[in-house]
């Protein structure tokens, strides 16, 4: 079955230290990947998602992420990360004509100010 | 535009009793529907998908069903509660195979 690893459940940085979060995916074929937020109190939002073309992906609020298919791997970054990132963050997959949105566990952002 | 509803927003309901969250989708038609489960540490978890009116795909084997008796409604239920069915439950729909989910504000469920 396909599944989504995310490797850091909590990850606290200081104001305007750079972030990267790991995120892993299981599955042969051609996938489709979503980063989604979600901020104390909010409903989950689109980051950003890659569906073809250039790896690199760049979504809302300065935040990229890396598709590398050898790895299997998304990885989120952003270079400068502010107090108001503060959120939990998903990795998601779903793969070629599927319907199923498979996430992963979550990472927790604290950004002390 | 496209707006999903999902309601209560809270609830607390006795071991054994029923449940029954709602969910519609505006905006759009044959929509592709999911129910999912959030608790702390583990993600979302899907429990079914359905692609039209009628059809559900169950992910997870469990106490809870869905249906979708309309092409825009998705309704979550049980018919006995248990601890264990605690939890952040979150509707969400996409237009198509492939595309990003967009997600309800959710249901926090709380069986005491």
């Known amino acids: 079955a396909q599944s989504v690893s995310q490797h850091n459940h909590h990850v606290i940085l200081s104001e305007a230290a750079s972030l990267e979060l790991g995120c892993n995916y299981s599955?042969?074929?051609?996938?489709?990947l979503f980063w989604y937020v979600q901020y104390p109190g909010q409903h989950l939002q689109l980051l950003l998602k890659?569906?073809?073309?250039?790896?690199l992906v760049k979504g809302i609020k300065g935040f990229e992420a890396e598709f590398i298919k050898s790895k299997f791997s998304f990885n989120l970054r952003k270079p400068s990360v502010q107090w108001s990132d503060t959120a939990e963050y998903f990795c998601?997959?779903?793969?070629?004509?599927?319907?199923?949105?498979?996430f992963g566990s979550g990472t927790r952002l604290l950004v002390r100010p | 535009s496209q707006t999903i509803h999902q309601w209560p927003a809270t609830l607390v309901q006795p071991v054994g009793s029923p449940l029954s969250l709602e969910c519609t989708v505006e905006?759009?038609?044959?929509?592709?529907l999911y129910w999912y489960r959030q608790a702390a540490g583990r993600g979302l978890q899907l429990l079914f998908y359905?692609?039209?009116?009628?059809?559900i795909s169950s992910e997870v084997p469990q106490n809870l069903s869905a249906s979708r008796p309309q092409d825009r409604q998705f309704i979550l239920s049980s018919k006995k509660l248990l601890l264990s069915d605690s939890g952040f439950y979150l509707c969400?729909?996409?237009?198509?195979?492939?595309?990003?989910?967009?997600f309800g504000q959710g249901t926090r469920l709380t069986v005491v």
């Open positions: 969400a729909w996409n237009p198509r195979a492939n595309t990003e989910a967009f």
């Open positions: 599955y042969g074929g051609t996938v489709n």
């Open positions: 890659y569906f073809s073309g250039d790896p």
């Open positions: 998601a997959v779903i793969p070629d004509s599927s319907y199923k949105l498979i």
């Open positions: 905006g759009t038609s044959n929509p592709n």
């Open positions: 359905s692609v039209g009116i009628g059809q």
